[in-house]
């Protein structure tokens, strides 16, 4: 079965530039979050969906952080302007609802380095 | 994937031991924890979880104990194998589908 897809799975840009990481959750899942994974701070919850509607985005660092879900099978995250501080993997996870106790299941992340 | 800060907790282990990975986690009220294993240069990866109106949940070579008391999650590996070493991380669900990740405990398994 396919997991979690994230594209593309190394970014490298210069500050100032925007930045899309893209994202598309296990078929049939409710709930879709953006983490941000850097070693000082760990792994750190952004944003997440249900059924496509944002529902925490307190994890957003600022305004210059923008997530979409404008369909069940498909999530961007936007950085711009982008900043060297920006730097870090970003993870994308989804899961079921069943109850809201199930787990997040990972894709493999994307590598983001600002210049 | 590393987690956070320079000193990441290392657990070194002889192949074919068991390993214990221990957690301290946050909120009292918290229901519902979750154990993930991350390798380098992938996301962290569902080992166990456990619902909060529980001691003890085994899997396959693992099992994950709770003591609410103290607030403490622990996840034994049984027979620790090469393949183990990785990091591990706790995760705990504060409110809705916000989950706070510990900062990860580093398994080193040795020859």
């Known amino acids: 079965d396919a997991g979690v897809i994230q594209s593309p799975r190394h970014e490298v840009t210069e500050m100032g530039q925007e930045v899309t990481l893209r994202c598309k959750p296990i078929?049939?899942?409710?709930?879709l979050f953006w983490y941000r994974q850097t070693m000082m701070r760990g792994l750190e919850l952004l944003i997440y969906?249900?059924?496509?509607?944002?529902?925490?985005d307190s994890g957003m660092p600022e305004d210059r952080f923008s997530a979409k879900m404008p369909n069940a099978s498909f999530s961007t995250l936007k950085i711009q302007p982008s900043e060297p501080r920006d730097s870090a993997v970003y993870f994308c996870a989804s899961s079921l609802a069943g109850g809201s106790n199930q787990p997040q299941h990972f894709g493999d992340g994307t590598r983001l380095s600002i210049l | 994937g590393e987690s956070v800060g320079l000193h990441l907790p290392t657990l070194s282990v002889q192949e074919g031991d068991n390993s214990i990975i221990n957690c301290a986690y946050s909120?009292?009220?918290?229901?519902?924890f979750i154990w993930y294993k991350q390798e380098s240069g992938k996301g962290p990866q569902f080992i166990i979880d456990?619902?909060?109106?529980?001691d003890k949940r085994q899997g396959q070579r693992v099992t994950v104990l709770l003591n609410k008391t103290v607030k403490h999650l622990s996840l034994q590996i049984a027979a620790t194998q090469p393949g183990d070493s990785a990091v591990y991380f706790c995760a705990e669900k504060m409110s809705g589908q916000n989950f706070v990740f510990g900062p990860g405990t580093r398994l080193s398994v040795l020859p």
């Open positions: 456990i619902r909060s109106n529980m």
């Open positions: 078929s049939g899942h409710d709930y």
């Open positions: 969906f249900n059924n496509n509607v944002p529902i925490d």
């Open positions: 909120n009292s009220a918290s229901d519902y």
